[in-house]
């Protein structure tokens, strides 16, 4: 299994720095070019030809490209064409955020989507699996924008259970290391903090949530379903074996198979829908950032978020990849 | 199927060994009615009128063609019928206990400790992703107070009861691991594992290559003999109950239509459905290259039994009286028939048990 993990990590290398490749011409061959968006566009060819030379947009994409993972290398994102900021430090202050967000969104969807889908499918057809499955309708149906506004209104505004916007409130003295504000709060041992930060994911992370909730319950519902016909159970039950023994060892352990794939698939949704709710609730992740660095152009920003997206998702290939090998045997690799 | 494929257990094999059996009965199985219906729809009857019993140590044929009813029979006893859309009723008593009436805790008692089952086909049914020395070890802690190690070395020692090569390697693999044969093997030590009083054995072996079945039904007599548990074989092929079974039970759609001793049902058979079932036998004493003789048509083109026998349109024997009136199982002296028209003797392809 270890060697396994070191294969696959090693192989994303190559991945990754042809996704670099890749991603570097492209962005360069989008009409429109940072020069032209930080002048407007009455802006002189002279001043927009200065621009370029300063930059470097005006070498060849290969040479730029060199320059580019030469600084890399040394740690130096480059600076947004925009305003000049380090992408290295808007990174590690919006990253942390969004990541945050998405992982708060993803433990909500699994905690309560595994069980629901569980209770469903032992039954199907019975009342609890109707009532489940109609209201998991209603959770895919329902867009994140809108979802989130109404929490908001309702659990912030409304009834005041919950702050209505930021990653953690003002008064509450907290020391940042990460950027993970939970796991920052936990690392000092400053629990207010830590505690702040959590009650400020609850209303954001159900709105992102829910839509991977409600796929995780039909997809675990379908698999229990499944799995509850197979002669193994049959065989569990002949047994006379303890029921939790049965739902864990000999139905969900077959069930989850099609359940880890499908959290494995949440990712993209996760990042995409975090970018609508950080807006509501105002957390500074990387949503309206990335948005106007790719309406300006902003290469050096684009280049950096983007490949790190990529980053994530093929970590959470791997982890999928992984999860299955250590749930079913006849998928390890010797 | 050819006649060298049976190999020593056709009709013709060695007398099974003799032993002792108690007069009382470990089992009584009384009037047991299974219907199936789903919400809106007619209910289906897959088993009626079933009526058997098992004394200890006594090994029972249920024999039957597919469809017959052999395995709702046997769900019934184990209780793992669905738990919706089923009607059971009639009496199932258990060593002085209705298991009809128990509770699920009390049948979960039951299951795995004093009656086993093993189910017709080995290859799914053991968990993939659950090693085999989990699985054996599993239903030992079930209902044992015994500790990890000790009930990993009970489990070693069943697998090389059932004759399992290398058994303690073969606690770490997985299903896939294994073949057919194997894990069959695999199953019966589970069934086995807290010496049941009462083995349900489903067409242990239908789904295996024809060459291991000899050697599983072997193996199966044995442990069963070791431990002194009455079996209750269930198959379609009269040729496996021949080398094993004290006492037959012949089912058609859903009833007992001949119940005898072995060797009287072999020698003499007097249901006409006994009858074609030995006839479509393999016979180690028939000439080579002689075709079977199948019985004609097919379980489905049957009338219910409401409205008279159900094996009438493929019974030779058939007379008038079988359409207009259900036949009644009828106890004559050690037998009891279910037929207006049975065979006699003479027209009866007897065999030597
Ligand atoms: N879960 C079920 N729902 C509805 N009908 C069933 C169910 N299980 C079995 N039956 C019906 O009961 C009858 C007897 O089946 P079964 O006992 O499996 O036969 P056998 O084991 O003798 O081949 C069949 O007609 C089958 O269709
Ligand atoms: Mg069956």
Redesign the interface.
């Known amino acids: 299994m270890l060697r396994f993990v070191v294969r696959r990590l090693a192989l994303m290398v190559p991945v990754l720095v042809g996704l670099s490749i890749l991603l570097f011409v492209w962005i360069r061959a989008l009409p429109g070019e940072p020069a032209r968006s930080m002048l407007g566009q009455r802006a002189t060819p002279e001043a927009i030809e200065r621009i370029n030379n300063l930059y470097g947009f005006n070498d060849p994409v290969l040479q730029q490209y060199f320059t580019y993972v030469g600084r890399l290398i040394r740690g130096d994102f480059g600076e947004s064409t925009r305003n000049g900021d380090p992408v290295v430090s808007t990174f590690f202050d919006q990253f942390p955020a969004t990541i945050e967000l998405s992982f708060a969104a993803l433990l909500f969807a699994i905690v309560l989507g595994i069980p629901l889908g569980y209770w469903a499918g032992r039954r199907v057809g019975g009342w609890l699996d109707n009532v489940i499955v109609s209201t998991s309708l209603l959770g895919v149906v329902t867009p994140v924008f809108f979802l989130a506004i109404l929490l908001k209104l309702v659990f912030a505004e409304y009834l005041d259970w919950f702050p209505t916007s930021r990653r953690s409130d003002a008064r509450i003295e907290a020391t940042h290391i990460t950027n993970f504000y939970v796991l920052d709060g936990l690392i000092t041992r400053e629990w207010d903090a830590a505690w702040d930060a959590i009650v400020h994911l609850i209303l954001p992370g159900i709105a992102l949530g829910t839509i991977p909730l409600a796929i995780i319950v039909r997809i675990t519902r379908a698999a229990v379903a499944d799995v509850m016909g197979e002669d193994y159970v049959r065989t569990a039950y002949s047994k006379g074996l303890d029921p939790a023994i049965i739902r864990n060892r000999h139905v969900m352990r077959n069930a989850l198979l099609p359940v880890v794939t499908t959290i494995g698939l949440q990712t993209g949704l996760l990042l995409s829908g975090a970018v609508l709710t950080e807006s509501v609730f105002e957390i500074g992740g990387i949503g309206r950032y990335l948005f106007e660095a790719i309406s300006q152009r902003d290469y050096p920003v684009l280049q950096a978020y983007i490949l790190f997206i990529a980053l994530i998702f093929s970590i959470v290939n791997l982890l999928v990849d992984v999860s299955y090998g250590v749930i079913d045997p006849r998928v390890r690799v010797s | 199927m050819t006649d060298d494929t049976i190999g020593g257990r056709g009709v013709n094999a060695p007398d099974v060994v003799r032993r002792d059996l108690s007069t009382e009965a470990l089992l009584t199985v009384r009037d047991l009615r299974v219907e199936f219906g789903k919400k809106g729809q007619r209910p289906t009857t897959a088993v009626d009128e079933v009526t058997f019993e098992i004394r200890r140590g006594e090994h029972l044929g249920i024999v039957g063609e597919s469809g017959s009813g052999k395995s709702v029979t046997s769900l019934a006893i184990?209780g793992?019928l669905p738990a919706?859309g089923v009607r059971v009723s009639g009496q199932i008593m258990f060593d002085g206990e209705d298991l009809l009436a128990a509770s699920e805790k009390r049948?979960?008692?039951?299951?795995?400790?004093d009656i086993?089952?093993i189910?017709q086909?080995p290859m799914?049914?053991?968990?993939?992703?659950?090693t085999i020395g989990?699985q054996i070890s599993?239903?030992i802690r079930?209902?044992r107070d015994m500790g990890k190690a000790e009930a990993n070395e009970r489990a070693v020692e069943l697998l090389r009861k059932v004759a399992m090569p290398d058994p303690g390697r073969r606690m770490k693999e997985?299903p896939?691991q294994l073949s057919g044969g194997m894990r069959q093997r695999v199953?019966i030590a589970?069934a086995l594992a807290n010496e049941p009083q009462l083995l349900i054995a489903d067409e242990p072996t239908t789904a295996l290559d024809v060459t291991i079945q000899a050697q599983i039904l072997e193996i199966l007599k044995q442990v069963v003999a070791d431990t002194g548990t009455a079996l209750i074989m269930i198959t379609h092929d009269l040729g496996v109950v021949a080398g094993l079974c004290d006492s037959v039970h012949v089912m058609y759609q859903g009833r007992v239509v001949e119940s005898a001793q072995r060797r009287p049902l072999f020698a003499e058979p007097r249901h006409p459905y006994t009858g074609g079932l030995l006839a479509s036998v393999p016979r180690l004493d028939s000439p080579r290259g002689q075709p079977l003789k199948p019985i004609p048509g097919s379980p489905t083109d049957v009338l219910p039994w409401t409205q008279g026998c159900a094996f009438t349109p493929r019974c030779a024997n058939r007379i008038d009286t079988c359409t207009e009136k259900t036949p009644a199982l009828k106890i004559e002296g050690q037998r009891a028939l279910r037929c207006f028209n049975p065979l006699t003797l003479s027209s009866a392809g007897g065999a030597t048990p």
Do not use: C, K, Q, W
Not at chain 2, 107 to 113: K, L
Not at chain 2, 124 to 130: D, H
């Open positions: 184990m793992l919706t049948m979960r008692d039951v299951r795995g400790r086993a089952m189910f086909d799914t049914s053991l968990n993939p992703v659950v989990t599993e239903v079930g209902h997985y896939h199953l589970i």
